[in-house]
């Protein structure tokens, strides 16, 4: 490692959400590296489970072009983490592809190892049997039946994984699932920088410009790490880092802001200080790393839980505001009526619920006011059933009644729903839901990925 | 006396993973963040009543460095579960931006 220490990038904190080129320019300079996470499971289960990916294709591979060409003439390693969102089989691909259209659309050459972390389901079955899943914190309670009925598993990986495939000679690194700090600390400890400030530096860098004082839009970050620990300074001259923006990222997103549990340990940042060296670049120093007697990897499912239509509608008449939860629930009970008459449908055999904006539509059972304040409210009704076709069906009729619901006041027909648009409801697809929160206990933290190496050679990919 | 929305310079709720909730309230000035440091607001008496979970389960952390008070929490239903209501988690804090710090 070179005296002044070594130079560690972040091209943006989620791929797909941009960057301004001359940022990426500036900080590839003399790098290391050039690492940009793309997971998240902020967005909610529907990602793993369905095998969608969350930015559009159109964002991921603006990214992606401006990466590969800034990196490969820079000749430093590349690495995505986490990759589609969801980073499972379909969501690897997706991102694989977009690269081979990048290298075939301008000529490049390099090559590529791809990290899968999907797990199947018997193999996840097998590690529970034998003792080997650790329930974390707030877990739901699972049998076999539960991990045998997810849609999808992935295996959230370290730091080895990447080191491996840099080690077999990959110019770009494309992983699935894996911690967020992996890809950024893979290099580094590589190159003898000590754990505690590799993952340090790893937490701050991989929300890319997320640590500045005030993020102007989403753009790359660079930070410098050596033996005592790192600076972190962003290559944009609009932004900059002080010592209380810093500080206060380990708080962003983490339930503890000063233990932070990764694949092989610990991150403790309880010592850490933080001064400014100028205005607008940090030293951090004293973080620890402190190992687990376990290797664990944070294992994600979603399963399929049913098929959603939504119908949203305004509410503006005082009368039926003022007696809005019986209007609600005599409703709902005609509804219940007709969609086991009409449709053979039982009340267990769906949900049907009335999300109510104005009232308590964002905190649910959480809001602390009981009184609807406004002159109208919007009404969202939310149906989930076993197929699409039953929730179409039922949003129908269920809209369909509560629209000529009879009000008490009024004698003669009445239209009780404002609708935006035609159709009144919304097909919203397959409904997710995250079900473990487990940790899988590996013997050599290879166990649960797989690497492919290729070489990539301007159009044609070929594996090797 | 104050609100809190007045005095702190970010008062805001994220999932941290799927299963948990976190709160941060973050101060520009030492004084303010001494001040609130003794109020509940750094107690887990306070989010437990709030958001109906067990005492023992909400864990709060004093930041000095950051100027920040945290709680954290499990989460009611994982995030993006049918029943959710707030799939990121970030309108949570809502009900204390307005809370009442003495002077």
């Not at chain 1, 206990?441 to 290879?446: E, K, R, Y």
């Amino acid at each position: 490692m070179p005296e002044a220490g070594i130079k560690a990038v972040s091209a943006t904190g989620q791929l797909g959400t941009g960057f301004k080129e001359a940022s990426l320019r500036t900080a590839a300079a003399g790098a290391a590296y050039i690492a940009a996470d793309a997971g998240s499971t902020d967005p909610g289960p529907y990602y793993l489970g369905s095998g969608q990916s969350q930015p559009s294709d159109q964002a991921v591979a603006r990214d992606l072009r401006l990466m590969l060409e800034i990196g490969l003439e820079a000749g430093v390693p590349l690495l995505i983490g986490s990759a589609g969102t969801a980073g499972g089989r379909p969501h690897v691909a997706r991102v694989r592809r977009l690269i081979e259209e990048i290298a075939a659309e301008r000529g490049l050459s390099f090559t590529l190892a791809t990290i899968e972390t999907e797990l199947d389901q018997e193999a996840v079955v097998t590690a529970w049997k034998s003792g080997r899943l650790r329930s974390l914190y707030n877990a739901p309670e699972i049998d076999e039946e539960t991990i045998r009925s997810t849609a999808r598993i992935v295996g959230m990986a370290g730091p080895e994984p990447f080191q491996r495939a840099i080690a077999e000679g990959a110019q770009v690194v494309l992983a699935g699932r894996s911690s967020d700090t992996s890809l950024y600390v893979a290099v580094p400890v590589m190159s003898g920088i000590p754990m505690g400030v590799a993952y340090h530096a790893a937490k701050v860098l991989e929300c890319g410009a997320a640590s500045v004082v005030q993020r102007l839009y989403p753009d790359s970050m660079m930070a410098t790490l050596d033996t005592s620990g790192f600076t972190i300074e962003p290559p944009n001259p609009a932004m900059r880092c002080t010592p209380q923006s810093v500080a206060s990222h380990t708080l962003y997103e983490n339930g503890d802001p000063f233990l932070l549990t990764e694949p092989g340990g610990t991150l403790d940042t309880r010592l850490a200080r933080y001064e400014a060296v100028s205005d607008r670049a940090v030293r951090v120093t004293g973080s620890q790393f402190i190992p687990a007697a376990e290797y664990t990897v944070r294992l994600e499912a979603a399963t399929l839980r049913g098929y959603r239509t939504a119908v949203i509608c305004g509410i503006r008449d005082p009368l039926v505001l003022r007696q809005l939860d019986s209007f609600i629930s005599s409703s709902t009970h005609s509804i219940a009526v007709k969609a086991q008459d009409s449709l053979g449908l039982r009340r267990e055999d769906y949900t049907l619920a009335w999300r109510i904006y104005g009232h308590n539509g964002s905190l649910g059972k959480l809001e602390p006011e009981t009184q609807i304040g406004g002159h109208e409210i919007g009404a969202l009704i939310d149906i989930v059933a076993p197929t699409q076709t039953a929730a179409d069906a039922l949003a129908s009729l269920a809209w369909h009644t509560a629209l000529h619901h009879p009000v008490p006041e009024y004698h003669g027909l009445v239209s009780n729903l404002a609708f935006p648009f035609s159709p009144p409801a919304l097909s919203g697809g397959p409904v997710y839901e995250f079900t473990l929160n487990h940790a899988l206990v590996l013997d050599d933290p290879a166990d649960a990925s797989e690497i492919t190496i290729s070489q990539i050679d301007k159009a044609l990919p070929v594996r090797v | 006396m104050s609100e809190l929305w007045e005095i702190a310079k970010l008062i805001r709720s994220k999932n941290a993973g799927p299963w948990e909730l976190t709160f941060d309230i973050m101060f520009d000035d030492a004084a303010h963040y001494e001040k609130c440091r003794q109020t509940e607001l750094a107690t887990s008496p306070f989010y437990a009543r709030l958001y109906k979970v067990p005492e023992s389960s909400v864990r709060v952390f004093e930041c000095p460095d950051a100027l920040a008070i945290k709680a954290t929490i499990p989460r009611p239903q994982s995030a993006g579960a049918p029943s959710d209501t707030d799939v990121f988690g970030g309108q949570f804090h809502s009900p204390f931006v307005r809370f009442t710090v003495p002077d």
